[in-house]
């Protein structure tokens, strides 16, 4: 078998690695057909978060075909699937509780830290780590289940019946996904700020309201609003400091905040903002067994469109050069997918 070993900061090597062999938790092979390169992947390459330690096998957001099964399991080979990469231990207080994405005791996060993902050809995983999709479903656009869960879990939590303005900072591939995922819950209000005006397109057609860059002159409508108050609605999916800071300026009084993006360590706010307004601030850690069902439910609805961020698919032989024209050349694409075969 052949894998996507990321060997050294800045390095990534195709090269032969052991099969992973079946066991009695590993107990379906998956035949990899598609992964997604994250963000964090491209941090995790150029050593800025310690979240990748080499050597390892990248890669957490992922689709394939069951390629064999062990004694006892009821998927079949030839079924497509999601993979799951977080294993939650389905023991402590929280994964009882349903809030599995705050488990006290994982046993694995694949393509995470050490773990091995799926930058490979097979990877060997639990069934119950395992989606069934149906088989018509494109498994390019399949593997960006992960990711759209992360909107979902943002989304659902600032999601509003009566519609109220929110503002969205990041039309990036989590960005874009939360549009939809809003939208697809009935908020038509949504107002996308993003410094790349190349994706601000994206977010026009998949239907924003109002799309600028900040620092920019802002537009009437956005204007008027944050004078006549401010937007009642909040959410963060690139979380640098500008997007802190201004989400907390731009909130109404009595506003919601909800911080998805996670791409800074520390933040200075104007506390009386915050005080005053009486804003609630919530954050949103990746998602629960039950949102990754959702995202992928979505999907199967036809109610995301994945293709639209999908803008670089590769063989996954090539990851190497995908990742230096990624991380050091800084091409600009909204979502690099690697494919086998």
């Not at 079924?79 to 929280?94: A, D, R, S, T």
């Not at 900072?169 to 996904?177: K, Q, T, V």
């Not at 802190?244 to 009386?272: F, S």
Request: hydrophobic share 40%; glycine share 10%.
């Amino acid at each position: 078998m052949h894998g996507l070993v990321f060997d050294d900061i800045g390095s990534m090597v195709w090269k032969e690695v052991a099969a992973p062999g079946l066991d009695e938790f590993h107990n379906i092979l998956v035949k990899i057909s598609a992964v997604g390169i994250c963000g964090s992947d491209i941090h995790g390459y150029l050593g800025l978060t310690g979240r990748r330690i080499p050597p390892m096998i990248m890669g957490h957001e992922m689709a394939g075909i069951v390629e064999a099964a062990g004694p006892g399991t009821s998927l079949k080979k030839g079924q497509p699937v999601v993979i799951l990469p977080f294993v939650n231990c389905g023991k402590c207080e929280f994964c009882k509780k349903g809030k599995t994405n705050f488990c006290t005791d994982p046993v694995e996060y694949y393509g995470i830290l050490k773990d091995n993902g799926g930058m490979a050809e097979y990877l060997a995983v639990p069934e119950h780590q395992l989606v069934p999709i149906p088989d018509t479903t494109n498994l390019v656009h399949a593997s960006l289940a992960e990711p759209l869960a992360v909107a979902y879990g943002g989304a659902r939590k600032i999601t509003d019946p009566e519609d109220s303005p929110l503002l969205l900072f990041g039309a990036g591939a989590i960005g874009l996904l939360s549009l939809q995922v809003l939208r697809a819950l009935g908020n038509r209000s949504v107002y996308v700020c993003d410094a790349n005006e190349r994706r601000l397109e994206k977010a026009k057609t998949l239907g924003a309201k109002e799309c600028f860059v900040p620092g920019n002159a802002l537009p009437e409508t956005v204007r008027d609003i944050i004078e006549n108050g401010g937007f009642p609605r909040v959410l963060d999916a690139v979380g640098v400091p500008a997007t802190y800071e201004n989400g907390v300026q731009w909130a109404a009084i009595g506003a919601k905040i909800v911080w998805v993006g996670n791409a800074c360590k520390t933040v200075t706010l104007e506390i009386p903002d915050i005080v005053m307004k009486e804003l609630t601030i919530a954050g949103s850690f990746i998602y629960t067994r039950q949102e990754i069902a959702d995202a992928i439910a979505l999907i199967n609805s036809g109610s995301i469109d994945c293709g639209i961020l999908v803008e670089l698919t590769e063989k996954m032989e090539n990851g190497p050069e995908v990742f230096r024209r990624l991380a050091i050349e800084k091409e600009d694409r909204i979502k690099a997918v690697l494919v086998n075969g």
